[in-house]
């Protein structure tokens, strides 16, 4: 079971790569904020999809069909940490090789966003912190945050397909 539970996971990691980046690609002309929507729908497609054909694949074929609330919880749980991975290295490889004037472009983009919602002194103070880090910093703080988001989704995916795909002995 764990050979086929890593089997599993690889395929997860691996479609969340191609999809994400599939997505990135035909979003790159899109504004930030539009990008932004788009990532969020891909991630939490690319995690019902993941989550809910790995768990059922788990239940019929190596559960005799059964499965309870709580180990398709954690099932789904442990593909997601794959899929997160998959749309963090995804990511990465499109700021660090296929688009590298995307993340220098995103932080001037969010900079110029805090010089109209914020005050000059607080506007001031945030871009000491912003400049204070190295842009590999923050490329390192985008892909973990990259990550934990798909994680903190994955978790109610996972929630949710616990809910539909657990089945009890009759």
Do not use: C, H
């Amino acid at each position: 079971m764990n050979k086929e539970f890593l089997k599993l996971g690889l395929y997860s990691f691996l479609l969340a790569m191609v999809l994400f980046t599939i997505g990135l690609m035909a979003g790159k002309n899109l504004e930030y904020s539009s990008q932004q929507v788009v990532g969020f729908i891909i991630t939490v497609t690319t995690l019902v999809i993941t989550i809910y054909f790995s768990v059922r694949y788990i239940r019929d074929n190596r559960l005799s069909g059964t499965l309870k609330f709580g180990r398709a919880f954690m099932y789904g749980l442990l593909i997601t940490f794959f899929t997160g991975l998959g749309i963090a290295l995804a990511d990465f490889v499109y700021v660090k090789v296929i688009n590298p004037d995307y993340f220098p472009n995103l932080v001037e983009a969010y900079e110029s966003s805090l010089k109209e919602t914020l005050t000059v002194e607080e506007f001031t103070k945030q871009k000491k912190q912003l400049d204070s880090a190295s842009l590999s910093e923050k490329l390192t703080s985008y892909v973990f945050m990259m990550y934990f988001s798909a994680v903190f989704w994955g978790f109610f995916v996972s929630l949710a397909m616990a809910m539909i795909l657990k089945r009890n002995q009759e």
